[in-house]
């Protein structure tokens, strides 16, 4: 199916109620996880401290519907903290193509850069998908070379052609394509592999602390 394109309005700041906010990690957000405790709750005890944290980006896709394009980790801890007033927003009326292609955009300009990993498995979520998006727009939005792209859409079209499933990540769909039961490990899934196992015991540690922590509402 065809994403029809749709006319592009000048971004606006205003403030909306969080409630009203919602998150779609599937669709825009292109890191391994969706949040990390320790970044909410940083951002958690910043809000509960009086300070303003940065507007998120947000896609308002139709009346009364908006959609967290960047600013995940923001709306966590405002949520952690039962924020009751209206947040800051950058909202954008775009396609869901041109929303993506944004939510990549910020991703990009964060201080902790996407691994190869990520970018990775970012182009090919966006060759995957029915967004019909050019080698050079998918290439400037992950950073992606050419060649790597031009190889994905190979490969997806020989898994279409054998009515495969459609794996989720880059290497697991190089691993299908080539019908190995065991795929190489490169420097960069080594990497990812070691980054994924030091987050998630991060995550179970802050966990484990905030579990101990006397509530600011006590």
């Known amino acids: 199916m065809k994403i029809e394109k749709q006319r592009v309005n000048r971004p606006k700041h205003k403030r909306v109620p969080l409630h009203m906010l919602k998150t779609e990690p599937e669709t825009f957000q292109f890191r391994e996880f969706e949040t990390t405790e320790e970044h909410v709750r940083g951002l958690a ?12 980006t947000v896609w308002k896709r139709g009346d009364d519907d908006y959609v ?3 600013g995940h980790h923001r709306h966590a801890a405002y949520t952690r903290c039962g924020y009751n007033k209206n947040v800051p927003v950058i909202l954008h009326e775009c396609s869901e193509a041109d929303a993506i292609l944004l939510a990549l955009d910020e991703n990009t300009k964060t201080k902790l850069p996407m691994t190869k990993t990520e970018r990775d498995n970012a182009a090919w979520r966006l060759v995957c998908s029915d967004h019909n998006l050019s080698k050079a727009q998918t290439a400037k939005a992950t950073g992606v070379s050419d060649g790597t792209i031009a190889k994905m859409r190979r490969t997806r079209k020989l898994l279409e052609e054998q009515d495969a499933f459609m794996p989720e990540t880059w290497w697991k769909a190089m691993r299908a394509a080539k019908g190995l039961d065991r795929p190489e490990m490169t420097d960069d899934m080594v990497e990812q592999m070691i980054e994924a196992r030091a987050k998630a015991l991060d995550d179970k540690i802050g966990k484990e602390i905030e579990s101990v922590r006397p509530s600011v509402y006590e």
């Open 68 to 70: 967290v394009v960047d």
């Open 45 to 56: 005890d910043a809000i509960n401290a009086g300070n303003v944290l940065d507007p998120m």
